[in-house]
């Protein structure tokens, strides 16, 4: 009784330190505080280290119980419908609230039946309703809109990925494993390969997802890494760069940098299409390049200084001297199986110089497992041992890991499985740039 006791102080210490961090952060940014974003949208008040690990021990602090976290699918198959119907839309000039037979009528749907699904997403601050059967948008579900990317991300996480991991028992009981992507959409090629010739509208979707993902992560990226060090003509490339997300916010913020952005044809072509939108000063100045690369088959451009892989960022060498260059490798590493991320890299590799770096920006996998305890210094860890559950820091993590064993069958790895990979294709690593993701 007394230690369950102890936890619950220490539980609670946690949290009201956790929650002071949070409030000083919307303190400077003049914000009232919501409920709504408490935990969530870690754009808008900046990006420190503190801040993530805050959010992520308020967040990991309300428990769930199994049969919570089985119905949860039910909150993923809501989300489709209110993206898919672009629900947030349609309330989006009704700011105190739209009748459900007039938004039903918009959706093209069954009025009763939409009220039930967004009164699913009403218990976790997805919409409200305000008076019976009218309904309004919260903080959370604007970000909803079409304008936003994340609206792309949200169709792309509850269309193809939850149908995807639908399959997964499947998938693993098979006497052969395909990737659960292979069983839910009867496509044996592969999601990339469907993505190019089955359904392009999918594939367009995704390059604009990409762009919902990164607003929340480009953050960390562009504050803690010394980008503003490199001297004027410094070029960055964007290998496998999709539309080139990462290369945008770089040059907007970062104008002495050029952006050499390789993808796939199509991929480019859209690519192209997007920046002249949004950065259509840096085309104009001549700060970007699109060229197309297969980047298993062939090495990028040669003659930049940097190489970027996603989340946390792993800086390897090139253990060859020659001209300096930038490459820059983005969620790409973990869409591949070992022997094809080895290929990558050293393809990469070929066209390195003596001073290019490589930057791999992807989730690290951490043990969930209590760390070790030194004697001396006591337990190495952060972690908010034993109160709360081990998913604080590493949910994310743990989901993208699972989104890309569904849709492509690979993995996201372990700081050792990244240097293991690296030594293989003859780089070196450098050191681990911890973006709190
Ligand atoms: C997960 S996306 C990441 C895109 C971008 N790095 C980002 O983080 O927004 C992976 C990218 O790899 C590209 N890709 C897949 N196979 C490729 C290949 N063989 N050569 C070049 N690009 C490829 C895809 O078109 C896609 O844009």
Not at 228 to 234: R, Y
Not at 248 to 269: E, G, I, M, Y
Not at 362 to 376: G, N, S, Y
Request: aromatic share 6%.
């Amino acid at each position: 009784m007394a230690r369950e006791v102890e936890e619950l102080d220490a539980l609670l210490s946690l949290l009201t330190d956790a929650v002071g961090v949070v409030k000083s952060a919307y303190s400077a940014h003049a914000r009232q505080p919501e409920l709504e974003d408490a935990a969530g949208q870690p754009t808008q008040l900046g990006a420190s280290e503190e801040l993530h690990q805050a959010r992520r021990n308020i967040s990991s602090a309300s428990r769930r119980t199994l049969l919570l976290m089985a119905n949860s699918a039910f909150e993923t198959a809501a989300l489709r419908v209110a993206a898919g119907a672009c629900v947030a839309d349609h309330l989006l000039p009704h700011p105190s609230g739209l009748p459900i037979t007039d938004l039903a009528a918009k959706c093209d749907m069954e009025a009763d039946k939409l009220a039930r699904v967004l009164r699913l997403l009403a218990c976790k601050h997805v919409f409200r309703e305000v008076a019976p059967g009218v309904f309004a948008n919260t903080p959370l579900s604007t970000r909803l809109a079409r304008k936003h990317g994340m609206w792309d991300l949200v169709n792309h996480i509850t269309d193809e990925c939850f149908k995807s991991s639908a399959y997964l028992y499947d998938a693993l009981a098979a006497p052969v494993f395909k990737p659960p992507f292979a069983h839910a959409y009867k496509h044996d090629a592969g999601y990339w390969a469907y993505m190019a010739g089955v359904d392009k509208t999918m594939g367009a979707r995704f390059g604009r997802a990409m762009l919902g993902v990164d607003m929340a992560e480009i953050g960390p990226l562009l504050s803690h890494f010394p980008w503003e060090t490199p001297p004027p003509g410094t070029t960055v490339c964007d290998v496998g760069g999709g539309v080139g997300t990462v290369s945008l916010a770089l040059a907007n913020r970062f104008s002495q940098l050029k952006l050499v952005v390789q993808d796939t044809p199509n991929t480019l072509a859209q690519a192209r299409l997007e920046w002249k939108e949004t950065a259509p000063q840096v085309v104009s100045e001549g700060r970007v390049d699109f060229l197309p690369l297969d980047f298993l088959t062939q090495a990028p451009n040669v003659g930049c200084e940097y190489y970027y892989v996603r989340c946390c960022s792993a800086r390897l060498r090139s253990d060859e001297r020659s001209e300096a260059e930038q490459r820059q490798l983005k969620h790409v590493v973990h869409d591949w199986a070992d022997e094809e991320a080895v290929r990558l890299l050293r393809n990469v590799r070929q066209s390195m110089g003596a001073h290019s770096r490589v930057l791999i920006h992807e989730f690290v996998i951490q043990p969930l497992f209590p760390p070790p305890t030194d004697p001396r210094e006591g337990t190495t860890s952060s972690a908010p041992s034993p109160s709360l559950a081990p998913d604080s820091s590493a949910l994310h993590a743990h989901h993208l890991d699972l989104t890309v064993l569904c849709l492509l069958g690979t993995k996201e790895r372990t700081q050792g499985e990244f240097e293991h990979l690296a030594r293989k294709a003859g780089l070196g690593f450098v050191r681990l740039w911890n973006l709190g993701e």
